[in-house]
């Protein structure tokens, strides 16, 4: 098993035990693919929730630049619901994870068709 495919199934789990969602394997592996070689990253591969400078980044090169979507509060208030339904306790909250449920959220699965 390749190292991405290990983390994809490490991401399925967290999905699946931490928030209650039952992922879109193929969606899963898409998003995946799509953070790069942040996946690798120690640092970049998790969110810190608790950094503006962080929630910044999600939402413009996430939100608004990848999934197109336009800059209102709704980006702010989804990317809060998010992290709180991954648990605000949960100090490793996965990159791809964060992202999956926000594509979900916004149901723009199609950017990953």
Avoid at 27 to 55: F, H, R
Avoid at 71 to 87: C, F, M, Q, S
């Amino acid at each position: 098993m390749s190292k991405r495919e290990e983390l994809i199934k490490k991401y399925a789990a967290d999905l699946k035990d931490k928030c209650g969602v039952t992922p879109n394997m193929d969606l899963l592996t898409k998003v995946t693919i799509g953070c790069g070689p942040a996946i690798y990253n120690a640092d970049a591969s998790t969110v810190a929730g608790n950094q503006d400078s962080e929630i910044h980044t999600v939402k413009n090169n996430f939100l608004i630049k990848k999934l197109g979507l336009a800059d209102t509060p709704a980006l702010d208030e989804a990317i809060h619901a998010v992290l709180e339904k991954y648990g605000k306790s949960n100090k490793h909250k996965y990159r791809a994870v964060v992202y999956y449920l926000l594509t979900v959220h916004f149901k723009k699965e199609s950017v990953y068709k």
